[in-house]
């Protein structure tokens, strides 16, 4: 299949919607990152998404309005927690996983009861969603696996041949995924560390809002999540990554100590000269705004440039930066050295 990568104009989106209504599948940016979508509602479609991807079957997908009127039959159920939330964050990055609603086919849920929908404040996939006229189901344009694309080259670099159309709008402004809160429980609770933080939702909500324990930890093989995205491998370049805590001065000496072939640095800007093999900076040390917005194609580069052993200096873990952290701990499969204090591993 040639594949087609179309600056997003009116015409490209146009035809982004007939593709979409013929029942093809279509690579679009959002404020978060790359999607690529099908209608929610057409079975057909959703399935080539999941063989675009590699995905695995019983991982369910967002299901994306570009108006609230779209949640009928999307949704079974909008209740004055999901009415507050929308209110304060949508459109934006906001994912709410709420009683499905009758119109979804059932592979976009995965054969859940629930559904994840989120109303997107990038201008082209609100213009494709209403191109289309129909809520839009889509997961990141990444194949399974790696980590999710921020701008359209990293999308034609993992779905070229895969699909007939890859929109470019630029690079995503927010740069990880949205932030996804079930509202299925008696608090709600957040699957998905993202943009829109815990600290934030509880001010709206007037209420806790909880954290999967699974965003911070592994999670066995044979454990029952909440959200079967937790269970994959994820985010994850070519090169092995190791998650470093500890001050600069620690993670340079320990660096130092490694054996230097095609070994990376991944650090704060301004810290890359200071290092004793090559490095690439991902963001301002306590800036994750900015580390979030650059990771996923930092990753990316780590790989073209040939890197095979990759030390990571360690964000926070809390605000934004839970969100970096979080993918950062899955990109490393959760290899974590921590220099702090003056435990054993000093
Ligand atoms: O920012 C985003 O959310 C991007 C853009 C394209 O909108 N989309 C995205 O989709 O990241 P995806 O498929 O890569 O991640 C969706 C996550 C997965 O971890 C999935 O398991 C979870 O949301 N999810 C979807 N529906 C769910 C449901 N009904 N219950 C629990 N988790 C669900
Ligand atoms: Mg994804």
Not at 47 to 73: C, T, W, Y
Not at 191 to 213: D, F, H, N
Not at 325 to 341: I, K, Q, S, T
């Amino acid at each position: 299949m040639e594949t087609l990568l179309l600056k997003a104009d009116e015409n490209s989106i146009r035809y982004a919607g007939e593709l979409l209504r013929r029942g093809e599948i279509v690579a679009m940016p959002t404020e978060t990152v790359y999607g690529i979508a099908a209608d929610c509602t057409d079975g057909n479609a959703v399935a080539k998404i999941f063989a675009a991807k590699g995905r695995p079957q019983d991982n369910p997908l967002i299901v994306h309005i570009a108006s609230l009127d779209m949640l009928e039959g999307v949704v079974a159920a909008f209740p004055p927690p999901a009415q507050k939330l929308a209110a304060a964050f949508w459109p934006g990055p906001l994912t709410m996983i709420l009683p499905r609603g009758e119109r979804l086919c059932d592979a976009t849920c995965a054969g859940l009861s629930s559904v994840g929908v989120r109303f997107p404040s990038h201008p082209v996939a609100q213009a494709v969603i209403r191109a289309a006229g129909v809520p839009l189901s889509a997961p990141s344009a990444n194949l399974s696996g790696k980590p999710s694309p921020t701008n359209a080259r990293d999308v034609f670099a993992d779905m070229n041949g895969r699909l007939p159309l890859v929109l470019d709008g630029g690079d995503c402004t927010a740069g990880v995924e949205s932030t996804v809160v079930s509202l299925l429980g008696e608090k709600p609770q957040i699957l998905r560390p993202g943009y829109v933080t815990k600290e934030q939702m509880e001010r709206v909500l007037g209420t806790e809002v909880l954290i999967a324990a699974a965003i911070t930890h592994a999670v066995r093989a044979d454990e029952k999540v909440l959200s079967p995205g937790m269970k994959y491998k994820h985010y994850a370049p070519d090169a092995d990554l190791t998650l470093v805590k500890g001050d600069f001065a620690t993670f340079r000496k320990y660096v130092g100590g490694m054996p230097a072939k095609n070994v990376w640095c991944l650090c704060f800007d301004g810290e890359e000269d200071a290092l004793p093999v090559p490095a690439l900076s991902y963001g301002g040390e306590g800036d994750g705004a900015a580390q979030a917005h650059r990771l996923f194609s930092a990753l990316r580069e780590l790989d073209r440039r040939g890197a095979k052993t990759v030390y990571v200096r360690c964000p926070a873990e809390d605000g934004v930066s839970l969100a970096v952290y979080n993918r950062l701990l899955r990109a490393a499969a959760f290899r974590v050295v921590d220099l702090r204090g003056d435990g054993e591993n000093r």
